[in-house]
């Protein structure tokens, strides 16, 4: 049974950075699709970005795109995601997911088998 456990929430000021790690075991690393999804308070559940297990490419939403990198450590079995000149707008709980191969709609939630429990990023300004 997969389990994915993140780590590396907390206070963040805007313009800082912040790395949230994603420990992932139980499944065969290299054949999933691992993405992060986020929840801010009062607001439905968003796919923030995405890497695929075929080529390693990332996607990211329009939100994120241009600040935020999402990485794979295949030896450690550790999805990255660096927060960079993060905004008070992204703070929620950011989720890690995966699923096996590369989904069609990577940013659709229902694409996931594997959710972590979430962690918190709370950006002040």
């Known amino acids: 049974e997969g389990q994915l456990v993140e780590s590396g929430g907390g206070l963040v000021q805007a313009g800082g950075s912040l790395r949230l790690s994603c420990k992932v075991s139980g499944i065969t690393f290299d054949a999933y699709a691992f993405g992060w999804f986020r929840q801010a308070p009062g607001k439905e559940r968003e796919g923030a970005s995405e890497i695929s297990p075929m080529d390693g490419s990332p996607y990211y939403s329009d939100s994120v795109k241009d600040r935020f990198t999402i990485s794979a450590n295949n030896a450690k079995n550790i999805v990255y995601l660096q927060m960079n000149s993060p905004e008070p707008e992204d703070t929620a709980v950011y989720y890690c997911?995966?699923?096996?191969?590369?989904?069609?709609?990577?940013?659709?939630?229902?694409?996931?088998?594997?959710w972590g429990k979430g962690t918190l990023v709370t950006v002040s300004s």
């Open positions: 997911v995966a699923t096996l191969g590369q989904p069609s709609r990577w940013y659709d939630e229902r694409a996931y088998d594997y």
